[in-house]
């Protein structure tokens, strides 16, 4: 421990970052080994590299911005459709498919006490997000005679009242050793003039590093190597807020199948130009989310001659990925974004600073990102209605009122 002391002693003051010590004797035993151990793990130069990188403008080439190809699922002829759904149930029975929820997020504007999915959607039945998730998997099982594998990406902070709530909700009547809970990344959030932040006991601040980590945390977990040795081709990946979620959907794997590509994306179609949400696009020719605040209004507002926006299929955090895709994205680093955010930290004077406004920053990699690495993917138009209500905010739009709404219209409640 000594040694380590030294080294990480060594190691801040080359960076310019001695405040990470500053609590170290008062720490207990547990606490300065884990101090000790994250400090020698940092990488001060990337922290420093995010850092310098806040007060740059990003500059956005809409020149390079092309529209994207999609299929329209209501509009395909019947034969089409059958073809793609056998191709997709074949792959779906043979236990190929693998679904994924990434519930590692902070979920701040719902603030609801405790992980997303633990939350009560207010339905009759009381049943929580994660229990709605988990219909959708035993609904498949009665359909096509098979537990699909399920993976749910926690945080840190958020991993063990998530375990703990399946435990106690017996998972839900689902099989256990089916449901898998795997950690992603954390990155130091960094104060406004470039200090790594210690929290209020003195360890360094860490926070998710966004839902783009989930490739390097599944390879960093073992996860792709499970699913190699349980031979999973497909991986749905998805956000935990969507209470219509289609994790188990037979088209869009035989669409992805079809086209022969590694990885395919739901849309829905934009509620109207303005709408602040990221589209599907072509990036210097590869596929790429063009996020609302890069779009130029024309570009927004453009349609082709059916009158359909050339750029209305909104992102919608439903992919599927071929397993070779997720093994080559997983080593690959992906770009950071900063969040200007409020957060309590501890002074050099180890007094809790508590945020009345954004104060720090904390660095998210984005899964669309990763999209960029692919020649091309399938998009797949779904209806709204059918497939997707979010969970997002407390209230007003995307709040578990909308998606209440949304959710006994499709259940005919
Ligand atoms: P959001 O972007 O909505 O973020 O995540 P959030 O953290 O849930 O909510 P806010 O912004 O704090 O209110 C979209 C999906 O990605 C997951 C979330 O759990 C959600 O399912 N996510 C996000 C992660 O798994 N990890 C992250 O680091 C960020």
Redesign the pocket.
């Known amino acids: 421990m000594k040694e380590k002391l030294e080294k990480a002693k060594k190691i801040i003051k080359e960076n310019n970052q001695e405040h990470l010590l500053q609590k170290y004797d008062e720490l207990n035993e547990t606490n300065k080994e884990e101090l000790l151990d994250e400090i020698l793990d940092l990488d001060f130069k990337q922290i420093s590299e995010l850092y310098s990188n806040t007060n740059k403008e990003f500059k956005y080439d809409n020149n390079k911005i092309k529209p994207i190809n999609y299929v329209d699922k209501s509009k395909l002829d019947k034969a089409t459709k059958e073809m793609y759904d056998k191709i997709g149930l074949e792959k779906i029975k043979n236990g190929k498919l693998a679904v994924l929820?990434?519930?590692?997020?902070?979920?701040?504007?719902?603030g609801h006490n405790g992980p997303?999915g633990t939350y009560d959607l207010g339905l009759s039945s009381h049943k929580s997000i994660f229990e709605i998730l988990c219909d959708t998997l035993k609904d498949a099982q009665k359909r096509y005679g098979i537990y699909v594998n399920w993976y749910i990406?926690t945080?840190k902070e958020n991993n063990k009242a998530t375990v703990d709530f399946f435990e106690t909700n017996n998972y839900f009547g689902y099989p256990k050793d089916k449901i898998i809970f795997f950690k992603?990344g954390r990155l130091p959030m960094v104060g406004e003039d470039g200090k790594i932040l210690l929290d209020e006991n003195g360890m360094i601040k860490l926070a998710?590093?966004?839902?783009g980590?989930?490739f390097e945390s599944m390879d960093r977990e073992n996860i792709i190597k499970d699913m190699l040795e349980k031979s999973i081709e497909w991986v749905f990946i998805g956000?935990?807020?969507n209470v219509l979620v289609k994790m188990v959907d037979p088209t869009i794997i035989g669409l992805a199948e079809t086209k022969n590509v590694l990885a395919a994306g739901k849309s829905v179609v934009k509620a109207n130009p303005q709408e602040k949400v990221g589209v599907f696009c072509r990036r210097d020719n590869k596929p790429s989310v063009i996020e609302y605040s890069e779009i130029s209004k024309e570009m927004s507002e453009a349609t082709d001659e059916n009158g359909e926006l050339i750029y209305g299929e909104s992102h919608i955090?439903c992919n599927l990925f071929n397993i070779k895709a997720i093994q080559e994205i997983s080593k690959k680093k992906l770009p950071y974004h900063a969040a200007h955010k409020k957060t309590n930290y501890l002074d050099r004077n180890n007094n809790i600073v508590k945020a009345e406004s954004p104060n720090a920053f904390k660095f998210?990699a984005f899964l669309f990102d990763a999209f960029e690495s692919l020649d091309d993917m399938a998009i797949m138009r779904v209806k709204r209605e059918e497939e997707f209500a979010p969970v997002?905010n407390a209230e007003g739009v995307d709040s578990p009122e909308t998606a209440r709404k949304l959710y006994k219209a499709f259940f005919k409640l």
């Open positions: 929820t990434m519930a590692g997020g902070q979920g701040t504007r719902l997303k990406m945080s992603q998710a590093d966004g839902h980590g989930v956000g935990v807020d955090l998210e997002k």
